[in-house]
């Protein structure tokens, strides 16, 4: 435990405060992971590990500042505990304080759902999880630590109306938009915080304060990759598109931007991409049968593609090969070279306004004329 609060302490740049590092102490990490975990095998997968296998590496596991998946379907990850910093982190942005009412969206584990009880009062917290089964588990795990917040089965895009108004309101995946139903639900003057996420990039939380009537301004913090909000309303995520040949259709033309400028690990520029070009998203193609190196984008609403090719020899020139309705390639520069012109903005720099009839933009502050101003970079319609 103390290595925990140590590795926390090393990953904020200060001492937790002191009500947190209490709560981290009252709810023991170990007690809300299963038997078998998985964490990253160092070669870009995951590796099993079993509690009555290792007991001392799953123990030591389970007090590391590392994600563990806890769940696979299809084979993809579709559950985890989240690194404890990162859970720190977004608490500590959403700021609750004793006696608040706290809507928790994603229960997962239940771990978070315990830091929150222990900082509030376990009276004051409501989480919901969509899956009945971990809904359950993660109930279960809360009792045996001595923690009984309200545990809800349902959607968490539609929140939990019963129990509101709430001061706050915190997500533990990641959303492309704020659902409706969250903005309805938090009070005047209180907090929303979500993992923000988008076809092309899963990176930053947003932090909104919410006004009167339905609106909110907040602002993103560069912090956090979260696993995206599951149901039927789930955005496909970053990096998801299906890398494959260039069909006969496509238009072929070339291109001196570099595919690993825009797809390379870039947070600040892959964000900003994210959301000046909605439903873009990408893959990496190494096996050489198209190409030395292939980018492939493809639209998560139409049947439009691309292909940006790498010969393995000139770094200074690349084929692009794009068909469909829209031309990917195209928006993907044009977004790039904005952000340039913009200054290369940070993730901390986006703002985000909501209106009373529930427009979401988000803005970028930027120079403009002789001083600062927010530039929008994409508005999202009304939903509800």
Not at 66 to 80: H, I, M, N, Q, Y
Not at 191 to 198: G, L, M
Not at 306 to 325: S, W
Not at 349 to 368: F, H, K, L, P, S
């Amino acid at each position: 435990m103390d290595g925990l609060l140590t590795a926390l302490a090393e990953h904020l740049g200060r001492p937790l405060p002191v009500a947190y590092a209490d709560a981290v102490r009252a709810v023991p990490r170990h007690g809300f992971l299963p038997e078998r975990v998985w964490p990253r095998d160092g070669a870009g997968g995951y590796a099993a590990l079993d509690r009555a296998a290792d007991p001392g590496r799953w123990t030591r596991a389970a007090y590391r500042d590392a994600t563990l998946v806890t769940r696979f379907t299809d084979g993809l990850p579709s559950s985890a505990a989240s690194m404890p910093s990162m859970v720190v982190r977004t608490l500590l942005l959403a700021g609750p304080a004793p006696g608040h009412r706290v809507l928790e969206l994603g229960t997962g584990t239940g771990f978070s759902a315990g830091l929150l009880a222990a900082l509030v009062g376990d009276d004051h917290v409501t989480t919901v999880e969509l899956d009945p089964a971990l809904a359950a588990r993660a109930g279960a795990n809360l009792k045996a630590a001595g923690r009984s917040p309200l545990v809800v089965t349902g959607d968490a895009a539609d929140g939990w109306a019963p129990g509101a108004p709430y001061d706050r309101v915190v997500a533990t995946f990641s959303v492309d938009r704020v659902p409706p139903a969250w903005l309805r639900q938090a009070r005047p003057g209180g907090r929303i915080v979500t993992p923000w996420t988008s076809p092309w990039c899963s990176y930053g939380t947003l932090a909104l304060d919410v006004g009167p009537g339905g609106t909110a301004r907040g602002r993103f913090h560069a912090f956090g990759s979260f696993m995206p909000m599951r149901g039927a309303a789930a955005p496909p995520q970053g990096g998801g598109g299906t890398a494959g040949p260039a069909r006969a259709d496509g238009a072929t033309t070339s291109t001196g931007l570099s595919p690993w400028a825009v797809a390379g690990g870039d947070l600040d520029a892959e964000f900003h991409i994210g959301l000046g070009v909605p439903g873009a998203a990408f893959a990496w193609d190494t096996g050489g049968e198209h190409a030395h190196t292939r980018l492939h984008l493809s639209d998560t609403a139409t049947p439009s593609w691309a292909a940006v090719d790498y010969d393995g020899r000139h770094a200074d020139r690349f084929t692009v090969t794009q068909a469909g309705p829209r031309a990917l390639w195209d928006e993907v520069a044009a977004a790039y070279g904005r952000w340039e012109k913009l200054g290369r903005p940070g993730v901390e720099r986006y703002r985000m306004a909501v209106a009373a009839d529930g427009t979401q933009t988000v803005a970028v502050v930027a120079a403009v004329g002789d001083g600062t101003g927010e530039v929008p970079v994409r508005t999202l319609p009304a939903c509800r």
